[in-house]
């Protein structure tokens, strides 16, 4: 198994630009989360989607950032336009029995708005 | 609600020494408590699990036994490495999700 896959590894991008990362889970694991790591605030839970719909995006930081989960394969995490402090690393996780495996992390996606 | 609270970082200790990392939680029932590992540059590991009380979650030399009367769950490792160098991330299963605790820096000189 690839494990979960994370695109792109590095992005580097200009304040005001969209960016949008990308995920592709596990086959099978029903359960997707998007995380966000910075020295200063730790890891952040973004949002989480159970069966490809959103459960809790309670999250996001602000309307800014927008993630979807259009098929079981496949997840975007938008932000529009970006700002410097949204500087970190993106994680994505995923998982089948939460109770019994925990979630397996992608590689995450670090962000530098310049 | 479900909170997990770890040991302050960072942790320095030498190689062959002896590594306890203290993790207590709070939260309704009996969850699954997890042990991640995160390496520089990469993501969260699981490390370690115990899915019942008393259970004891074992890997890499690295162990973690749930007590439920201390709400408890800390881990432990007899000689460590400086490939051991890492920070290290106590969980519990709340509802649908995992719960974190904010991490424990640890470095390990040789």
């Known amino acids: 198994d690839a494990g979960v896959i994370q695109s792109p590894r590095h992005e580097v991008t200009e304040m005001g630009q969209e960016v949008t990362l990308r995920c592709k889970p596990i086959?099978?694991?029903?359960?997707l989360f998007w995380y966000r790591q910075t020295m200063m605030r730790g890891l952040e839970l973004l949002i989480y989607?159970?069966?490809?719909?959103?459960?809790?995006d309670s999250g996001m930081p602000e309307d800014r950032f927008s993630a979807k989960m259009p098929n079981a394969s496949f997840s975007t995490l938008k932000i529009q336009p970006s700002e410097p402090r949204d500087s970190a690393v993106y994680f994505c996780?995923?998982?089948?029995?939460?109770?019994?495996?925990?979630?397996?992390f992608g590689s995450g996606t670090r962000l530098t708005v310049v | 609600g479900d909170s997990v609270t770890q040991m302050e970082g960072p942790v320095t200790l030498s190689e062959e020494a002896f590594l306890t990392i203290n993790c207590t939680y709070t939260?309704?029932?009996?969850?699954?408590l997890f042990w991640y590992v995160q390496y520089p540059g990469e993501g969260l590991q699981l490390l370690l699990k115990?899915?019942?009380?008393?259970d004891k979650g074992s890997n890499k030399g690295f162990e973690a036994t749930y007590r439920k009367e201390t709400t408890s769950f800390h881990l432990e490792k007899g000689s460590v490495q400086v490939s051991d160098s890492a920070v290290y991330f106590c969980?519990?299963?709340?509802?649908?999700?995992?719960?974190f605790g904010q991490g424990t820096r640890l470095t390990i000189n040789p």
């Open positions: 939260a309704t029932g009996y969850p699954s």
């Open positions: 989607f159970n069966n490809n719909v959103p459960i809790d």
């Open positions: 996780a995923s998982s089948l029995v939460i109770g019994l495996y925990g979630y397996t």
């Open positions: 086959s099978g694991h029903d359960y």
């Open positions: 969980a519990l299963k709340g509802a649908q999700k995992l719960v």
């Open positions: 115990a899915t019942k009380a008393d």
